[in-house]
């Protein structure tokens, strides 16, 4: 019998399984601390990657100028705004977050992170908002100027996937309000986002892809938010772009966490206040504040419509966006099966 | 103690999160499970990157082996800045080939050639990203090869041909193999590169990683961690076969 053999094997098999608890043990430390509070005079800021140049070369130099800013100190993260929402429910630290999506925040509601009371402000919890717009080449060579064109016209139409970017999913709803809005029945305006889902060459991971395809070459015309648009000019790329007589109003939502320090809160208040809201103006977004809106930069479409007016994003997400019975889920299917 | 060493790194490398992906996958029961990997957009999804990856891993393996040869036998001037570019594939960012690819076989192709947002490019992007794993693997064993082999092989008759079958071949097959597993592993994968140029039309150009981070964005990680376990399969199964061939072919020699 090799008994001796095959105790000491066990013996090592424990040592390894009691190093191994030791340093996943370790590891686990090591990750509570990344989340604890930072300095009260810290702003950890968590936002989707459109705004990156608003905020660093604008909106927080400009806080920091303020009497309530004086002293305050950034630390910026920016990505995709799902992927930012559930970093942070996973633990990254944040006082202060900005998403594309309403449903980003409610994530972090759900998990305690943010307050259920988020929205009782004046702006309801939104910072900036934008409409989708559609993005086209200089002189728009094939005259599109609303969303019916893109059915009728001849045109290639590039916009990202909205099952990889949740952001991608105003770009569906405004195909699908300017239907309704236009007296078209649910279901012809779902055969209107059909029409336009085929005629798609690529759907992008991102909108940050979709304008590099776009810009590379690839369709016709974007579908994208009029900042991001903006953002594209502001960077030199030779885009131009058309707001349609009937889209939908992207509202971005922004929130402190809980127990975020006073810094984050003075922040988001300057976000909200009229300098704070002119800078947002200077880059892009729509002000939330009315009375600052610039109607010549910022045209009002005649019929602007809301994500409310169907119900919200919960049960638009549910409706629409759910992958087994979602009603876009249901056209990319009937789209695989006619290509093939 | 070294076992232990090794054996702790390799769980909290790899084993932990491969079992974390496992145990999540199965989270709503084998059923859950089957109901994930079976909708059509998921089978789509699967079929075009295992196909795509079986046609790129079989380009490598002839164009690689070529490519290890000539850099082992042949000379020429720059041969060694040649060389040195092989393994760049592995250094851009993913994101950048991506780019790259797009503009140089997209719409404005400097070359003529349009295949963005196509299932062909698909393949190019992956042949690129998937280059250097059987050169690499390659070119060791030819260094190493004995040359008197051929050179008895010659003075005893056998044509460059048979030479090259009998003789050099039998020799590179491990690397080959190697590099095809590897090559292989990493296709199935691959995100990166393909983001920008592949199109991500669901049924058409959606590759299973493009799609899985559609599941992840849609909170469905069950979804997204079954549609894994199906790659690593795939992947474990192709790597399987790689060794019994192996084996087989060992056997044979003897």
Known sequence: ?340 | MNKGLVLTYLSLIVLLPLAAIATKAFENGPSGFWTAVSSPQAVAALKLTVIASLIVVVINAVMGTLIAWVMVRDDFPGKSVVNSFIDLPFALPTIVASLTLLTIYGKDSPLGINVAFTQTAVVIALLFVTLPFVVRAVQPLLLSLDRDMESAAESLGAGRWRIFRQIILPNLAPGIFTGIALAFARALGEFGSLVLVSGNVPFKTEVASVFIRGQIESDNLVGASAVSVVLLAVSLALLACVTLIQRKGLRHGN
């Not at chain 1, 950890?44 to 400009?62: G, K, R």
């Not at chain 1, 930012?84 to 309403?102: D, H, K, P, T």
């Not at chain 1, 305690?112 to 060579?141: C, F, H, M």
Request: proline fraction near 5%.
């Open chain 1, 1 to 340: 019998m090799s008994l001796p053999i095959s105790s000491s094997r066990t013996r090592r098999g424990i040592q390894g399984f009691l190093l191994l608890a030791l340093l996943a043990f370790g590891v686990a430390i090591v990750g509570c601390g990344g989340s604890s509070e930072g300095a009260s005079d810290k702003v950890q800021l968590v936002a989707y990657s459109t705004p990156q140049q608003a905020y660093e070369q604008h909106l927080e130099p400009a806080f920091k100028d303020s009497d309530a800013g004086s002293g305050v100190s950034f630390s910026n993260s920016f990505g995709a705004s799902g992927d930012q929402s559930r970093a942070v429910e996973a633990g990254q630290a944040a006082s202060y977050v900005n998403f594309a999506l309403e449903t980003d925040v409610t994530r972090l509601v759900e998990s305690g992170q943010v307050a259920k009371n988020w929205r009782d402000n004046e702006y309801k919890g939104i910072v900036t908002n934008s409409v989708v717009s559609l993005v086209v080449r200089p002189g728009n060579p094939k005259g599109v100027h609303n969303f019916q064109d893109l059915i009728d016209k001849d045109v290639e139409v590039v916009t990202p996937n909205p099952f990889t970017s949740g952001g991608a999913r105003w770009n569906i709803m405004a195909i699908y309000g300017a239907a309704i809005e236009n007296g078209k029945s649910p279901k012809q305006a779902l055969a209107d986002v059909k029409a336009i889902l085929k005629k798609t060459p690529a759907q992008p991971e991102s909108a940050r892809v979709a304008l590099q395809a776009f810009v590379g070459g690839a369709g016709d015309v974007l579908l994208s938010y009029e900042n991001e648009a903006i953002a594209a000019q502001l960077a030199g790329e030779d885009v131009e772009y058309v707001v349609p007589d009937s889209t939908i109003l992207i509202e971005q939502p922004a929130a402190v966490t809980e127990g975020a320090p006073k810094a984050a809160t003075d922040f988001l208040d300057f976000l909200w206040s009229d300098e704070g809201q002119k800078i947002w103006s200077d880059q892009g977004y729509r002000p939330v504040n009315q009375d600052l809106l610039d109607t010549e930069k910022y045209p009002v479409p005649d019929k602007l419509f809301t994500i409310e007016d169907f119900g919200g994003w919960d049960k638009v997400a549910t409706d629409f966006f759910d992958e087994e019975n979602g009603s876009i889920a249901k056209i990319n299917e009937e789209l695989g099966v006619e290509s093939e």
